[in-house]
């Protein structure tokens, strides 16, 4: 059938909106219509250079509703609402320890741009391949073909076009401090970045009642939404002599954990000094390809420092997006603030804001 997709097709080029078509889906695959779809960083390292094949439709925080399914498919029917989130193989030791997002294939199931099975790609233009099935959607489009398994249905009654980017990047924030750093009610934590993933952890480390949050961003506007949604404290770095010194300080000698969602490493070195005694540090965010850690070891050694690099929040979409909806529905995350919404044809415009942080979570609605 015919669809309107964002085809990127030269290494840093822009997002062209154009008419594609996509196929019908097979085996245990589900077309769905687009209502909504996150940009989301990684869409922006893809288009700027990431090894993808070319061209390629990127989007990886899609929702919207099945229109058709595959003969193999169990569990989702036509007329569900549902988000899109990473795939996974369902069959190495990982996935079978419920640990999708370390799967032995995680980058074949989501960078490869076509099926695993024979190459092919559920997406075409007048014949030629548009390569597709990025993290097992490409969502930017009005339709996309993904797999049941990483497709998660969801009530009808949910504000549908905004859910979307519950399946990555929110995930990635708040399940890093629940699940990757095991924050516990009354833990304090220190977050670096007060980005879409930076804030989602601040909404996960509320939902389950930690204690003292710290949140490090220069971003004034970001700082006072921090505020809002519930940080202890925001420290801006460009205004503060020691950030290292503050943050213990304020949290009584230092935190239990701390997540660093920037990728830089002098700003990593500040994180993995904060926490007390058998702290944990996240990492979520690319680094740069030379960069090293910047730790002390001795300093780790005394206090029992564990360090931990995070992917999708270490989460498993199918039971944890259901519980972020359960924390929004009782009002203890609320992911919509950090929503921006812009349409469909706007989308490079949503990359620009993206960019220079004017928008925490872009969203494209159709």
């Known amino acids: 059938m015919k669809a309107t997709a964002a085809i990127v097709r030269n290494v840093g080029g822009r997002f062209s909106v154009e008419e594609i078509e996509v196929a019908e889906p097979r085996g245990s695959e589900v077309r769905v219509k687009i209502a909504g779809v996150g940009m989301c960083h990684t869409d922006l390292v893809a288009r ?118 519950l399946g990555c990047g929110i995930q990635t924030g708040a399940g890093a401090a629940i699940l990757s750093l095991g ?31 710290i949140v490090v961003e220069p971003n004034a506007a970001r700082g006072a939404l921090a505020l809002e949604l519930g940080a202890t404290h925001v420290i801006d770095p ?36 904060t926490t007390i005694a058998h702290g944990t540090v996240g990492l979520i965010a690319v680094p740069p390809p030379e960069a090293m850690l910047p730790a002390n070891m001795m300093s780790m050694l005394v206090r029992g420092t564990i360090i931990k690099y995070i992917t999708e929040g270490d989460a498993d979409p199918q039971t944890f997006i259901p519980q972020m909806i359960a924390w929004y529905r009782a009002g203890k995350f609320p992911f919509d603030r950090l929503v921006k919404i812009f349409p469909f044809d706007q989308i490079n415009e949503a990359a620009k804001a993206s960019e220079d942080g004017s928008a925490i979570k872009p969203v494209l609605t159709f």
């Open 238 to 273: 460009g205004a503060t002599e020691n950030v290292l010194d503050t943050i213990k300080e304020l949290s009584g000698g230092g935190v239990n954990h701390a997540l660093d969602t920037t990728g830089i490493p002098d700003v990593v070195a500040v994180a993995v000094e």
């Open 48 to 165: 700027d250079g990431f090894p993808v094949p070319l061209p390629i439709v990127l989007g990886h925080e899609g929702s919207g509703v099945i229109e058709a399914v595959g003969p193999d498919v169990s569990g989702l029917s036509v007329g569900d609402h549902v988000v899109l989130s990473f795939n996974s193989c369902a069959a190495c030791p990982t996935c079978e320890e419920d640990l999708p997002a370390y799967c032995h294939n995680f980058l074949a199931q989501n960078f490869a741009g076509v099926r695993l099975d024979d190459g092919s790609s559920p997406l075409s233009q007048d014949g030629s391949v548009i390569h597709g099935s990025f993290f097992g959607q490409s969502s930017f489009g009005s339709y996309a073909i993904a797999n049941q398994r990483n497709t998660v249905k969801v009530d009808k009654d949910l504000p549908i076009e905004i859910l979307g980017p």
């Open 183 to 213: 924050l516990k009610a009354g833990q304090s934590l220190a977050i670096f970045g007060g980005g879409a993933v930076g804030l989602s952890a601040l909404l996960g480390a509320r939902a389950v009642d930690a204690g003292t949050v």
